[in-house]
């Protein structure tokens, strides 16, 4: 089974809008990290936000902030005010282990979706 | 100011002719991974370091090797690239006080 799931492949969004990328994840431990990462077409990933497992209050980095809902196991980025800028590829990303603070465990990744921000 | 280096960005190479690629960070990070990311794909993780502790992934082939020679850098081998190892080869290292990983840019990986 997979363990990131993106079902959205593509979205389309004008700009100065909010856009909602989603994110559903499968793991049976307790303790885990989420992530999104945003991959414009040079290549680079780039770290955007993180949602520990344990966390209780919704992760925000500025324009970024994570929609989590531990039950029903999905973590939704909700990008606002949308720019030209932030056309890219966005991916989700889990990384599982019982010692939070943990950096050995891999990360597993999503398929990507493909955002586009229309002017 | 770059944290994470890769070199070259965009590297060609002959069918069956080894090529390294390289990676250094100013992060001190203690962990180093290595993802290979094909064409309209998710990155898949090669291998990583914690210090010299080397950890490979099950399913990477023995055509990918990797060394560490120091914190700041690590370096992929590929002994005899085949077409279907061209890809984008993404370096990163982590960050236990954030728990995440930084990415360098990535170096792109032609075949001919």
């Known amino acids: 089974a997979q363990k990131i799931t993106q079902t959205q492949p593509g979205m389309f969004v004008q700009e100065k809008e909010a856009v909602t990328l989603d994110c559903t994840y499968d793991t049976s431990d307790q303790s885990y990290g989420l992530f999104w990462y945003k991959q414009p077409s040079s290549g680079e990933m780039i770290f955007l936000i993180y949602q520990g497992s344990y966390d209780e209050q919704n992760a925000t980095e500025g324009r970024y902030s994570l929609n989590f809902q531990k039950a029903r196991k999905s973590a939704n980025l909700v990008i606002s005010a949308s720019q030209l800028g932030d056309s890219a590829m966005y991916f989700c990303?889990?990384?599982?282990?019982?010692?939070?603070?943990?950096?050995?465990?891999?990360?597993?990744f999503g398929r990507g979706t493909q955002l586009t921000v229309w002017p | 100011d770059a944290m994470v280096i890769q070199n070259p960005r965009y590297q060609v190479t002959q069918f069956g002719k080894p090529v390294t690629l390289s990676c250094s960070q100013t992060?001190?990070?203690?962990?180093m991974y290595w993802y290979q990311q094909k064409s309209s794909q998710a990155p898949k993780l090669l291998f990583h370091?914690?210090?010299?502790?080397?950890?490979n992934e099950a399913d990477t082939p023995d055509n990918f090797q990797s060394r560490r020679p120091n914190t700041s850098f690590c370096f992929l081998d590929i002994r005899s690239p085949g077409l279907g190892d061209a890809a984008m080869y993404l370096c990163a290292t982590g960050d236990r006080s954030r728990d995440t990983q930084y990415f360098g840019p990535g170096t792109r990986l032609t075949v001919l």
């Open positions: 992060l001190n990070h203690n962990v």
């Open positions: 370091y914690y210090d010299k502790d080397f950890n």
């Open positions: 990303a889990m990384r599982e282990g019982n010692d939070r603070g943990s950096t050995l465990g891999r990360l597993y």
